[in-house]
């Protein structure tokens, strides 16, 4: 079973800037908690234990957020503050966390080789520290591809969703052939094409699980025309070479947030709190009250 999972979080985050000039994009908070938490909390509920995060100068405070702090513990119990040691219980999750530094941003593909030590000779999940799968990161798509991974001998399994055919340029587009049980064998892949050319609706969506053959292939991609290496070109090298490379739609209650610019932060932040257990009902009067002052 695939215990260990690599978090690339090494990006400058400038489709995001100013809020991204002194902190994380990964640190933003949606809704209570930051875009990170969800993730590794995703993580550990598909029964990962071992989490490395690829990061990069200025990405501590994802350190931090996850390191325990006995001094903050004491003074909110002695305060009788229990309502929120509970919202601190994130630092008990039952996985262990590692980082490594990408010490030139060379795209993500040269992120993840800097986990070939971590991971060795085993197989590992891939999630994208700037996207959540799932409202309030319940999803357990994660799982189901490490069980089709396992199952089918595939060298690589890639977790995908159907987008708008006029918005394919946004997205690497995966080309498969046949489904069973919504897996497909995928043949090529391609990235951002025009929707005249695209080979299908069916965008990358942020999760991967690999076998070690991927640390050879990266090593063999040649950097692009930003001097990149780009994860996709070595997944194309896969499929060119007869690999199994299997990609996996998420269900539709796996609804995908990519915060990567200011609308789908919006859109995320906006979806989490209206549905926050604590907050969310008021939070929607809130928002009807301002909608309804902005019609007047």
Do not use: W
């Not at 079973?1 to 933003?28: C, D, H, N, W, Y």
């Amino acid at each position: 079973m695939i215990r260990s999972a690599v978090v690339p979080v090494a990006g400058f985050g400038t489709r995001l800037l100013p809020a991204t000039k002194s902190q994380p994009k990964e640190m933003l908070t949606v809704a209570r908690k930051p875009i990170v938490q969800y993730v590794a909390e995703e993580l550990v509920a598909n029964g990962i234990q071992q989490i490395l995060f690829v990061t990069s100068r200025n990405k501590t405070s994802i350190e931090n957020h996850f390191d325990g702090d006995p001094e903050l513990i004491r003074q909110l119990t002695a305060a009788n503050r229990t309502e929120l040691l509970e919202e601190l219980r994130f630092a008990d999750l039952q996985a262990q966390f590692f980082y490594t530094r990408q010490r030139v941003q060379r795209g993500l593909g040269d992120a993840i080789q800097c986990a070939e030590s971590f991971s060795g000779e085993q197989p590992f999940v891939v999630a994208l520290g700037d996207s959540i799968v799932g409202l309030h990161a319940r999803s357990r798509a994660v799982s189901r591809m490490i069980e089709i991974f396992e199952a089918r001998h595939a060298s690589c399994v890639i977790a995908v969703e159907e987008v708008p055919l006029s918005e394919t340029q946004h997205y690497g587009i995966v080309k498969v052939n046949g489904e069973e049980d919504g897996c497909h064998r995928v043949l090529n892949l391609v990235e951002k094409p025009r929707p005249e050319v695209a080979p299908s609706n069916l965008a990358i969506a942020g999760r991967y699980v690999f076998s070690p053959l991927i640390f050879d292939l990266i090593r063999r991609v040649k950097p692009d025309k930003k001097g990149e290496i780009q994860l996709t070109d070595a997944i194309q090298m896969m499929c060119e070479e007869g690999r199994r490379v299997l990609a996996v739609r998420l269900p539709k209650e796996d609804k995908r947030y990519d915060i990567g610019n200011f609308p789908s932060y919006f859109e995320t932040f906006v979806e989490f709190a209206l549905a926050d257990p604590v907050y969310g009902a008021e939070f929607r009067k809130t928002v009807e009250r301002l909608l309804s002052e902005q019609k007047s």
